[in-house]
């Protein structure tokens, strides 16, 4: 027995099969324009040639209409990309020195002519992660507005400003902001085996870097939960 639905001349399971396939193809072309009706700081990206991803978490429902879709298109002289990402990572709840060693010459290996910041895990448990940092380069000031943030200094020396007002203020998403520096503020030189925390919603930068810095930083969502 054929069924005809929306216009489909074919069993039903292919007609369903077929107005699915259609929806995402709908659903892909909102996500391209989407892209191209937002504001995309610099500090948002690790480099200046850096795509603009649209990530998929999970199941993958829209097959190759998204990549046709994105194919070519380019969104504030930004190519985009899709990234098809798995759940969330496994828990890590040990890392030994020679794996930090191994972290910070992965970063620098990684790193791109004049990228500020190279990011590597070091430690996770949701909703907590700590995360290195390879600074070799001055990027953005930035602001959280609802975490907290510590910084362990594994190697290496810079001045920290933290306070006064973000310079060029922009919003990177929902709960934070960056800036091209830090109006105001007070200024604290850091080095090896130093610790800082920056309270939430307070600009900090590392305003200048002897060479290369490297950081643990934790984000601590604050105001702690129940108080």
């Not at 060693?101 to 970063?107: M, N, T």
């Not at 590597?120 to 995360?131: D, E, H, M, T």
């Not at 920056?198 to 702690?224: A, D, Q």
């Amino acid at each position: 027995m054929n069924a005809r639905l929306s216009g489909c001349d074919w069993d039903a399971s292919t007609c369903a099969a077929a107005d699915e396939s259609l929806e995402y193809q709908v659903k892909a072309a909102f996500l391209l324009n989407f892209t191209k009706f937002v504001e995309w700081p610099p500090a948002a990206f690790e480099a200046t040639d850096s795509p603009i991803a649209i990530c998929i978490l999970g199941e993958d429902p829209f097959g190759a209409a998204l990549d046709q879709m994105v194919a070519g298109e380019v969104v504030s002289g930004r190519k985009l990309a899709v990234r098809r990402l798995k759940g969330a990572p496994a828990p890590k709840t040990y890392t030994s020195a020679a794996e930090v060693q191994a972290l910070i010459a992965k970063s620098k290996a990684d790193r791109k002519e004049g990228q500020a910041l190279v990011a590597q895990r070091i430690l996770s448990l949701a909703p907590y992660n700590a995360g290195l940092e390879y600074r070799a380069a001055v990027g953005p000031a930035a602001v959280h507005e609802k975490e907290a943030e510590m910084f362990y200094v594994i190697d290496g020396s810079a001045t920290l400003m933290t306070g006064g007002k973000l310079t060029e203020e922009k919003r990177t998403n929902a709960e934070n902001l960056s800036g091209t520096g830090i109006e105001g503020g007070s200024s604290q030189a850091i080095a090896k085996g130093d610790f800082v925390i920056v309270p939430e919603n307070t600009p900090h930068w590392f305003s200048s870097i002897n060479g290369t810095l490297v950081l643990m930083s934790i984000h601590v969502p604050r105001p702690v939960p129940g108080k």
